[in-house]
């Protein structure tokens, strides 16, 4: 019986090579899908933000209550005061270049409709400390009430996944929905309170 050949260089390599071309598809894969989630979102220096506008409705269920620490000194922040009142939620961080964006808007959105029923509260979240958020308020010298969740508790109770995001509370106090992403204009934010019931439609 004659003796079996020894593999030849490359035959005994092939399995190698086959084990190694498969984890490079496997890690392109992987790149390739971490590409297309950042269409939407990216991390930053507190935590997750939210680049892409997006409109979450949500079922029928009660605003989460809390009670805050307000930014700049003084009495808390409690949602309990606002009651009979529609309440835009806005979640935000110093360190989120969208937010910042849209700072200017909420203070306009603030102050267009003071006399309509509708109440803007900020909420800073995911920072190193107050200063950096009281200095945010000044830069974009921004008059609504604004709250420091230092401890996150809210921000869970909210099942915020990144910032900006802004949640809309009906005058009942029900959760109607949220908006992840920069708000770009006043025309904007009342069209998705119009949209999500909070508003009456025009006739």
């Not at 991390?43 to 933000?49: E, F, K, N, P």
């Not at 509370?169 to 029900?174: A, F, V, Y």
């Amino acid at each position: 019986m004659a003796a079996e050949r020894p593999q030849s260089g490359l035959g005994a390599r092939l399995p190698a090579l086959v084990v190694g071309l498969l984890v490079l598809a496997f890690v392109g894969f992987l790149a390739y899908a971490m590409h297309q989630r950042r269409g939407s979102s990216e991390l930053g220096a507190g935590g997750r933000i939210n680049t892409v506008g997006s409109l979450v409705r949500f079922a029928d269920r009660e605003a989460p209550s809390f009670a805050l620490p307000n930014l700049r000194g003084g009495p808390e922040i409690r949602l309990a005061d606002h009651q009979g009142s529609v309440v835009v939620l806005n979640f935000w961080g110093s360190w989120c270049p969208p937010c910042r964006e849209e700072a200017p808007v909420l203070e306009q959105f603030a102050k267009q409709t003071s006399q309509m029923g509708i109440v803007l509260i900020g909420i800073d979240v995911w920072e190193r400390n107050w200063s950096e958020g009281r200095a945010f308020l000044d830069e974009f010298g921004l008059s609504y009430p604004n709250a420091y969740d230092a401890t996150g508790h809210v921000t869970i109770d909210y099942g915020v996944s990144g910032v900006p995001e802004t949640f809309i509370i009906s005058r009942e106090g029900r959760l109607l929905g949220k908006y992840t992403g920069p708000v770009e204009s006043v025309e904007q934010l009342m069209q998705l309170l119009t949209a999500l019931g909070a508003l009456p439609t025009a006739s």
